[in-house]
């Protein structure tokens, strides 16, 4: 019988039935008394009217708040988060319930307000940045396209959207990425175009965001820069060179054509001659450092045990001690000779460190990193004051030096797909070279 009824209804009946035993013992004790039968029949209707009107009264006081509370909950289910209800007795339980859900609508109010404001700074930046954006869904159908992804292709955005990346000529950007292509924007010139290319969820889908940014300028930039530098490097080597030359010769030539000639003059024309010699074989190995950095070819990968090529290459240099610590077997794909000549560039460079303060040793190990394998070459000499030119070709601190070797030995820890880093220890004196490759 119950279930058929509406809350309201149900609630009337159960106070109505409350009030049922007190009203029919009132009426029964009503009526077996010997009053007037008009007293009889007003009081009767007027038990009975006050049952039924407690009994609304209380089906009121429940129904009331509840469709209150619904009215509420609706609003906030049509994002509409203004309306509020009446302040209540926080020691009400309905009244707690109206109160909780007035906070909520406060919270989903500025949640809403702060995902509209974001959702306008987005689209603002994504309207300014000199970078094209595109969003494909799981069908390849193109959903997003800022202003600058239009002016690559030429088409507006309304002829775009929902057409597939094949419609558009697109597909070749799903390859591999981040890579650099080369795109001829819609009546612009040939440039160069880095790719880059994740998964981000719209709507609940997974969606493939490309984003596009133009590196022909900033490529042109860096190759001027990079020629700027070699050149003020070889004029500056050559200056180095060829000035002297040119003054010893002239000076040479002068003492020739004195008649007669000093009594000295073979000794000056040796001494002369060994200056152009040494400026000579000076610049004979400038040129060839040059070549060799240019010429370093792709390391051929092969499977290497390190631990006896680090135990072989420590033996080469015996200027200064040199402790090799024991590390895990590992057995990694490298080109030997590169990595053999890299870790003796390390280790004799460290070894110059340690007799720059009269002694030291040189100690280098291995492990095994999250990323990868990790090796470090720590040696005990006076540190380097300024770190950032070190890996600038042609740079050097030592006397006599080519400035090409930690040159050499990042191209050819990049060539492998790792990094080199040289920094100032900070648990002792000296520096660490730390080598890591991928394993």
């Not at 000529?169 to 880095?194: C, K, M, N, Q, Y």
């Not at 900033?218 to 490097?233: C, F, G, H, S």
């Not at 090799?324 to 990595?339: M, N, S, Y």
């Not at 100032?424 to 520096?431: E, F, I, S, T």
């Amino acid at each position: 019988m119950w279930r058929g009824l509406r809350l309201d209804q149900q609630v009337f009946l159960l106070a109505l039935g409350a009030g049922v035993p007190g009203a029919v013992t009132a009426l029964w004790i009503l009526w077996s008394e010997p009053y007037t039968p008009k007293v009889q029949w007003t009081l009767s209707v007027l038990i009975l009217s006050t049952l039924f009107g407690l009994a609304a009264s209380v089906r009121t006081r429940v129904v009331v708040p509840l469709q209150t509370l619904s009215n509420l909950l609706a609003a906030l289910r049509e994002d509409d988060f203004s309306i509020r209800g009446r302040t209540a007795n926080p020691d009400d339980p309905l009244g707690a319930a109206l109160i909780e859900i007035n906070a909520l609508a406060e919270t989903l109010h500025e949640q809403r307000l702060g995902a509209v404001e974001a959702t306008a700074l987005l689209r603002t930046v994504m309207e300014q940045i000199d970078v094209a954006v595109f969003a494909f869904d799981p069908e390849h159908r193109l959903r997003i396209v800022n202003r600058t992804g239009e002016r690559l292709m030429g088409k507006s955005v309304e002829h775009m959207l929902g057409r597939t990346a094949e419609e558009l000529s697109l597909t070749e950007w799903f390859g591999d990425a981040p890579r650099v292509v080369d795109i001829t924007p819609a009546g612009g010139g040939p440039g160069r175009w880095e790719v880059r290319k994740t998964t981000v969820r719209l709507g609940g889908l997974p969606h493939d965001l490309l984003v596009l940014s133009d590196v022909s300028r900033p490529l042109r930039e860096q190759e001027r820069q990079a020629w700027q530098r070699l050149i003020r490097v070889i004029g500056h080597e050559l200056g180095n060179s060829l000035g002297p030359i040119k003054s010893i010769a002239g000076s040479l030539e002068t003492l020739l054509q004195r008649d007669p000639p000093p009594e000295d003059w073979r000794e000056d024309m040796r001494r002369g001659l060994q200056v152009i010699e040494s400026r000579t074989d000076s610049l004979s190995r400038f040129t060839g450092a040059s070549a060799r950095l240019a010429r370093l070819p792709a390391p051929k990968l092969a499977p290497v045990v390190l631990k006896p090529l680090i135990q072989r290459v420590a033996q080469f240099d015996a200027r200064v001690p040199m402790v090799v610590k024991p590390g895990p077997d590992v057995t990694i794909d490298a080109d030997a000779d590169q990595l053999e000549q890299l870790l003796i560039n390390l280790l004799r460079n460290a070894a110059d460190a340690c007799l720059e303060v009269g002694g030291g040793s040189v100690t280098v190990g291995w492990r095994r990193t999250r990323g990868g394998l990790e090796i470090a070459v720590d040696d005990e000499g006076p540190g380097v004051a300024n770190t950032s030119n070190l890996f600038v070709p042609f740079f050097t601190t030592k006397q006599g030096g080519s400035g090409i070797g930690l040159v050499l030995c990042r191209q050819i820890a990049e060539g492998h797909g790792g990094t080199l880093t040289l920094d100032n220890r900070m648990d002792a004196r000296g520096c660490r070279a730390r080598l890591t490759l991928p394993h």
